[in-house]
């Protein structure tokens, strides 16, 4: 399977900063589509958990896919906190479905 293009939008609430933002949702995403592609967990028959370490699987870089598009939204600040922001990059980080 390849992965030819990916758009994730985040409604952020009010963005504090721009830049670090970005890149942690990129950075989610990556995590995110590192596990569906790249990280193969292993078990025996007995249900034991084989893959125990960074050493046994690769760990997903950016470079490792195409690029991703991130959309951040301000359209439903925060009522609750006074700078108005709002949890990040938490659909981002979700396993995309394969």
Wanted: aromatic content about 8%; some cysteine.
């Amino acid at each position: 399977m390849e992965l030819l293009d990916y758009v994730v939008v985040e409604d952020c609430g009010r963005i504090i900063n721009p830049l670090t933002l970005r890149g942690q949702v990129i950075g989610s995403v990556v995590q995110g589509l590192g596990g569906a592609f790249m990280e193969h967990l292993m078990y025996d028959e007995d249900g034991q958990f084989l893959t125990g370490s960074l050493a046994d699987y690769l760990v997903p870089t950016a470079s490792d896919f195409p690029k991703i598009r991130a959309v951040m939204l301000e359209d439903y600040p925060s009522r609750s906190i006074r700078l108005a922001p709002r949890a990040r990059a938490r659909a981002a980080s979700l396993p995309p479905v394969a």
